[in-house]
């Protein structure tokens, strides 16, 4: 059943008020059980891709969306009230380690449309099933040189992170995600330019 955000953020906010709400397990773990190949990870549309994709789980959201509704339903089946994205690793830097930068809105609004569609159908109007868009860490740190003989060095700045972030969060908020999630945040730095781009997005869509 689907109902609106406003409507499922009051639901939430008066059902957090009663109890606990539940947050699905861990997706890494969830999607290695499939015992996934190179194939499996690039699909038909990234058959030509020129690096290898294995290990790039995000991107089995565009090849692989039934195995990420699977566990999405699974978490469901098990009682959660949200599930995640399977967006932990898209932003930029993390993609472009595969050479996929430029996927980032795509992944992130596909990702929380996923899920999206999973919530709407078992959410009832007595127990509504949420979305929490997952932005997570980057895989580069902007308070620490990663070269020890250099510590004013940095491989990545605050306004590139703001400008993934910002990126993301549009994404996720276009594809319906209820609550955007900053995610096992390591360097503090990195976690405000998270919350600086959110704010931003927020500021521009009303």
């Known amino acids: 059943m689907s109902f609106t955000r406003d409507a499922r953020i009051a639901w939430m906010k008066e059902e957090a008020k009663k109890r606990l709400l539940l947050l699905d397990g861990s997706w890494g773990v969830m999607i290695q059980g499939f015992k996934l190949g190179e194939e499996d990870f690039r699909g038909q549309r990234f058959g030509n891709h020129p690096s290898e994709l294995k290990g790039n789980n995000d991107l089995l959201t565009l090849t692989k969306p039934e195995i990420i509704?699977?566990?999405g339903r699974q978490y469901l089946e098990a009682g959660v009230d949200f599930i995640e994205t399977n967006t932990f690793n898209s932003n930029f830097t993390s993609q472009e380690d595969y050479g996929l930068g430029h996927l980032v809105g795509e992944l992130n609004e596909a990702g929380a449309r996923l899920a999206r569609e999973l919530c709407d159908e078992y959410s009832t109007a007595e127990r509504q099933r949420l979305v929490a868009g997952v932005l997570g860490?980057?895989?580069?740190t902007a308070s620490i040189s990663p070269d020890v003989n250099d510590p004013a060095f940095r491989n990545i700045t605050f306004d590139q992170l703001r400008e993934t972030y910002r990126e993301g969060a549009r994404g996720l908020i276009?594809?319906?995600?209820?609550?955007?999630m900053i995610e096992t945040v390591f360097d503090t730095l990195n976690c405000k330019a998270a919350i600086f781009a959110i704010e931003e997005v927020f500021a521009e869509q009303g």
């Open 69 to 71: 509704q699977d566990i």
């Open 137 to 140: 860490p980057a895989n580069r």
């Open 174 to 180: 276009k594809g319906g995600a209820d609550v955007l």
